[in-house]
């Protein structure tokens, strides 16, 4: 019955003792997560005690999570759960969005924003990042987007702001932004998908009207899972319930996640909370990691001091390296990887991103060494 099991266990995972994957940082899984992960794993796991909603099962406790800690948590009047972040951006674009609309959203969007509005038949007028080394993104760039959108007809029903962004980890003042959309009447949705669960974020307080989150991404969940919270003025539309299958909310297609992915987001939660209390000093410690590798001759691009675990380096220096290293531009994956360091792709030298996120200080200063010793390895004799 086992027979295939040697397929799935230890080979394919590209691991090593330390993961700098920004990608990864924030799914790592609790260990009351992992269990979860086992108790749940059966299709439809969750729904013994199901009444018809997902939102409402008392048993395991889904309605208290999303009904109450999760509202809370988030700063919003109603949140539900969903299979991530894309899908979030979605059903609030598909709900409150016509066919044709314009949606305004940062130069530094991720790409599912992108894909989200492509899908509801939405139009894309971009608040542009400043240039390098900053990629800044403004209120006035915003206040500039809606108005270039409204000069080509048309409505422009909501903003997107990536908070922070997937590529710098740059922290736009996002109440600056809420209150320029406000003053066109546009409804902001923050992306909150590499914020929420690692450091505190507020709807309310910060002015967003609509937040999601992911739960794979940055609240130590296995995934697909991801959250949506919504005032609740922006709430009634999106979470609006079916004309004919009774207490099915429309957007959600009934019920989102149905299983195992909910119970780790739930298994993680109170580790979470926990953590987010701890966000001053992941700040304190991606800075010194920072200014270390800016000693070993990378740049870091973005926000600086910064003000997140995700950083994007430049590395002319490795890039040299990569022009005389047997393997090539292979050099840095292989050398970090003998080091036991993974997380930055196979092939990159001259540019890349790594999180600094849940390592130690002793985990990180061995990161530092590795490239010390890579770049020093390397120094023509
Ligand atoms: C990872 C990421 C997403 C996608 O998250 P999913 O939950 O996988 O949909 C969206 N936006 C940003 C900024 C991201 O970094």
């Keep these: 019955m086992l027979d295939n099991l040697e397929k799935f266990c230890n080979l394919l995972r590209d691991t090593a003792e ?9 799914g790592i899984l609790t260990p009351e997560a992992r ?10 796991s969750v729904c013994d005690f199901c009444a018809g909603r997902l939102d409402r099962i008392k048993t395991p406790p889904v309605e208290e999570f999303v009904h109450d800690v999760l509202p809370e948590f988030l700063g919003t009047d109603e949140v539900r759960v969903t299979h991530g972040a894309r899908e979030g951006k979605f059903a609030a674009m598909h709900a409150l969005c016509e066919k044709g609309d314009w ?100 709807a309310r307080e910060l002015g967003a009207d609509i937040i999601i989150g992911s739960g794979h991404k940055s609240m130590a969940a296995s995934g697909p899972v991801g959250v949506l919270g919504a005032s609740e003025e922006y709430a009634k539309p999106i979470f609006r319930i079916s004309s004919t299958k009774k207490n099915k909310e429309v957007e959600l297609l009934g019920c989102t996640v149905r299983g195992a992915p909910l119970l780790t987001l739930m298994a993680s939660f109170p580790a979470v909370v926990e953590r987010v209390r701890h966000w001053p000093e992941e700040v304190d410690k991606a800075r010194w990691f920072s200014a270390e590798m800016e000693k070993l001759g990378m740049i870091q691009q973005g926000e600086r001091p910064h003000n997140h675990d995700l950083m994007f380096f430049l590395a002319e220096n490795l890039y040299d390296i990569s022009q005389r290293a047997k393997k090539g531009r292979y050099f840095l994956y292989r050398d970090l990887k003998e080091r036991g360091i993974c997380g930055i792709k196979p092939g990159l030298t001259r540019q890349f991103k790594l999180s600094t996120f849940g390592l130690g200080r002793v985990e990180l200063e061995k990161v530092l060494q590795a490239f010390s010793e890579i770049i020093e390895s390397y120094r023509p004799t």
């Design 103 to 202: 949606v305004v959203m940062d130069g530094n969007a991720h790409y599912t924003s992108v894909l989200a509005a492509e899908r509801a038949g939405l139009r894309i007028e971009y608040a542009p990042s400043s240039k390098e080394p900053d990629y800044a993104i403004s209120a006035e760039g915003f206040i500039e987007a809606i108005e270039r959108a409204y000069e080509q007809k048309g409505n422009v029903s909501l903003a997107v702001l990536t908070y922070p962004d997937g590529n710098y980890g740059n922290l736009p003042d996002v109440k600056a932004i809420a209150y320029a959309c406000h003053d066109y009447s546009v409804p902001l949705l923050l992306n909150g998908a590499y914020s929420i669960g690692r450091m505190p974020v507020n």
């Design 18 to 26: 330390i993961n700098i994957d920004p990608l990864q940082r924030g």
């Design 35 to 44: 269990a979860a992960l086992l108790e749940w794993g059966d299709g439809y």
